[in-house]
């Protein structure tokens, strides 16, 4: 069965200061991956997503996440956060074709940026 | 703003009330789901329809009875739930089918549920 785990569940930073979510997922085959995020008070929404090709994948608001296979990660990277980052993180997998129309999420980050 | 419209966004019903959760798309989805996402806790897959049927039911209780009348409407009718029953719901749909992969999943806003 697909799994995926979040290492961190609390992240503080200062603004401008790097960010690295770390995601890793439990299944041998072909797997699509997401982070969605969730701004307080508003609806939980793609960040970025992998299906194949480039691992390295780019989303919305300057996020980017890197696929490596042979770790089974897929962990979600900021240069610089900003207070408008403060928010709720999840890494999500569905797992080609086992997992069907299941996508199943990490329990999540909760990132809060200093100002 | 989201493409997925779910009402009532609150509410609060007792243990032998009869309720129904709604939710709608326009983006021409075939694949619809219920999660259940309860504080600080990620979501959690209830219910798939693919097509305008149920596709899956992750062990949910009867209590918890969904329905697609169309390929745009989802309900979750709600029957003697629990207080611990409470929590967000959340309606979504994708574009993909299973084979592919489900897709990018669109979230409506939820229903925020309190059981007395």
């Known amino acids: 069965a697909q799994s995926v785990s979040q290492h961190n569940h609390h992240v503080i930073l200062s603004e401008a200061a790097s960010l690295e979510l770390g995601c890793n997922y439990s299944y041998g085959g072909t797997v699509n991956l997401f982070w969605y995020v969730q701004y307080p008070g508003q609806h939980l929404q793609l960040l970025l997503k992998?299906?194949?090709?480039?691992?390295l994948v780019k989303g919305i608001k300057g996020f980017e996440a890197e696929f490596i296979k042979s770790k089974f990660s897929f962990n979600l990277r900021k240069p610089s956060v900003q207070w408008s980052d403060t928010a709720e993180y999840f890494c999500?997998?569905?797992?080609?074709?086992?997992?069907?129309?299941?996508?199943?999420f990490g329990a999540g980050t909760r990132l809060f940026v200093k100002a | 703003d989201t493409e997925v419209t779910q009402t009532p966004k609150h509410l609060v019903m007792g243990m032998t009330n009869k309720k129904s959760l709604k939710c709608e798309q326009h983006m021409g989805h075939r694949a619809m789901y219920w999660y259940k996402q309860k504080a600080k806790k990620p979501p959690e897959l209830m219910f798939v329809y693919s097509y305008e049927k149920l596709s899956i039911n992750e062990s949910v209780p009867s209590r918890f009875s969904p329905e697609c009348p169309n390929s745009s409407l989802l309900n979750l009718h709600l029957h003697a739930l629990q207080p611990e029953d409470s929590a967000l719901y959340l309606c979504?749909?994708?574009?993909?089918?299973?084979?592919?992969?489900?897709?990018?999943?669109?979230f409506g806003e939820g229903s925020r549920l309190t059981v007395l």
């Open positions: 999500a997998v569905n797992a080609i074709p086992t997992g069907g129309f299941k996508t199943i």
């Open positions: 992998y299906f194949s090709g480039d691992p």
């Open positions: 979504a749909s994708s574009p993909r089918q299973a084979l592919a992969g489900t897709g990018e999943l669109f």
